[in-house]
């Protein structure tokens, strides 16, 4: 089986990035980060991506306010470096609708809540975990998906759960969330790699899931 080329577009501390290069580094994952790609260009995750050698780049609104010319150095990157997965980890950024067309059911996105709840236009961050407590829910956590045309709306991959506390702040909550999300980001990419992600409508299968993820 061919080596997966992934990208990781990231914003910010790039925590999720990390999970990922410590489980390829394990060759938990039979993958290579090829690009990180930065929609800052003080995120954090960048430093993290030259520690291990990993190429990174900033494409965003500072460097390319034009949405087109934006989306056209996306394309012309990826295709460089024949990118099979794109990975988006706290990426607070919308992508082109061309690219999400080009790499249909090929990027996957985590989100901070159980979606169909807490998501969409708005909700990233602590907003989510505000939101969560606001609401006075009895169970949040994590989800990752693949990335349509909409905001949150993909086709769900896999999903974790954590329990919220009356004494929860917001950081406690993105804590523990954080926490599922680096256990569910690895897992997916994995079984991506191992071409056992099948899409069929709204829903995505599973196959062989006895198997397991090998973690």
């Given at each position: 089986?061919?080596?997966?080329?992934?990208?990781?577009?990231?914003?910010?501390?790039?925590?999720?990035?990390?999970?990922?290069?410590?489980?390829?580094?394990?060759?938990?994952?039979?993958?290579?980060?090829?690009?990180?790609?930065?929609?800052?260009?003080?995120a954090y995750g960048l430093i993290r991506a030259k520690a291990h050698?990993?190429?990174?780049?900033?494409?965003?609104?500072?460097?390319?306010?034009?949405?087109?010319?934006?989306?056209?150095?996306?394309?012309?990157?990826?295709?460089?470096?024949?990118?099979?997965?794109?990975?988006?980890?706290?990426?607070?950024?919308?992508?082109?609708?061309?690219?999400?067309?080009?790499?249909?059911?090929?990027?996957?996105?985590?989100?901070?809540?159980?979606?169909?709840?807490?998501?969409?236009?708005?909700?990233?961050?602590?907003?989510?975990?505000?939101?969560?407590?606001?609401?006075?829910?009895?169970?949040?956590?994590?989800?990752?998906?693949?990335?349509?045309?909409?905001t949150d709306t993909g086709p769900i991959i896999l999903q974790g759960?954590?329990?919220?506390?009356?004494?929860?702040?917001?950081e406690i909550l993105g804590k523990k969330v954080l926490a599922v999300?680096?256990?569910?980001?690895?897992?997916?990419?994995?079984?991506?790699?191992?071409?056992?992600?099948?899409?069929?409508?709204?829903?995505?299968?599973?196959?062989?899931?006895?198997?397991?993820?090998?973690?």
């Open positions: 089986m061919e080596t997966l080329r992934i990208a990781v577009f990231i914003s910010g501390g790039g925590t999720n990035l990390q999970s990922l290069i410590d489980h390829i580094e394990k060759s938990k994952i039979n993958g290579k980060i090829a690009l990180v790609i930065s929609s800052r260009e003080n050698n990993i190429e990174g780049m900033i494409i965003g609104k500072t460097n390319y306010p034009n949405m087109d010319e934006r989306e056209n150095r996306m394309i012309e990157v990826l295709e460089d470096k024949e990118i099979d997965l794109i990975v988006l980890a706290g990426y607070l950024s919308i992508l082109g609708k061309r690219v999400v067309q080009k790499y249909k059911n090929r990027i996957i996105n985590v989100h901070p809540a159980l979606i169909p709840s807490f998501c969409g236009k708005g909700f990233h961050g602590e907003k989510v975990h505000q939101a969560v407590l606001d609401y006075g829910v009895k169970i949040t956590g994590a989800t990752v998906h693949f990335v349509d045309e909409g759960v954590v329990e919220v506390h009356e004494e929860d702040s917001v999300e680096h256990e569910l980001l690895p897992k997916a990419v994995t079984l991506f790699a191992q071409g056992r992600l099948k899409v069929e409508g709204r829903k995505v299968r599973i196959i062989d899931s006895q198997r397991g993820y090998s973690f």
